[in-house]
């Protein structure tokens, strides 16, 4: 997935942490079709995610808008996947809404830009 | 690592993901590092971090202030590890310093706390 190429700041961000039970039980099918799925939504503007050998995974979702951010919460397809998560996949997890203001690194395919 | 036991909003992220290039060359040890020299600083919160198979990682940092944030930005040991970074570890990375507004999950070690 590697890093997103997110316009200048400011725009939003969801955190979401999870440590995943042991086996699949159809998590990387769906976590898939959530990739694609958030991809085809409003304002999305781009995802980073990586998940260790321990099954501790972070993965970061950039948004134009808190609107977006809630329309994106409440699709049907994702509400099922928040339910199984909750029921089958995660021993926990935590979300936090951010607000970014300020970026540096490639973040915008140019090495330096931004100066946080 | 697993999840950060974070407070009530608001308060600050830094979101870093990096690629790292093969080989070691003192990254691990300077990793270790900078996460225990971290812990000690004022304003510091809390850190979630995963990094996958491909050397892709996701690191966030949380912070009582953006006062907290630009003085550990300017530790001298962490600046070694910056630049470091740049010239040896990385392929490309980016940072984002983001101000968290909402959470939810067990962030605060409450089963569905916060309502994002």
Known sequence: MGLAKTPAPPYYA????SS????DYGYEAM???MVALAE??????GMESAR???GFGVTVSYWESEEAIAA???H?????AQQRGIQEWYQNF???VCKVERDSGSVRGVWGAGSP
Chains 1, 2 share one sequence.
């Open 72 to 74: 994106w919460k409440q």
């Open 20 to 23: 995943r039970n042991d086996g």
């Open 76 to 80: 049907g397809r994702h509400r099922v």
């Open 52 to 54: 260790d050998g321990s």
């Open 14 to 17: 969801v955190i979401f942490t």
């Open 40 to 45: 085809q939504q409003p304002g999305f503007l």
């Open 31 to 33: 976590a898939k079709e």
């Open 94 to 96: 935590a979300a936090r």
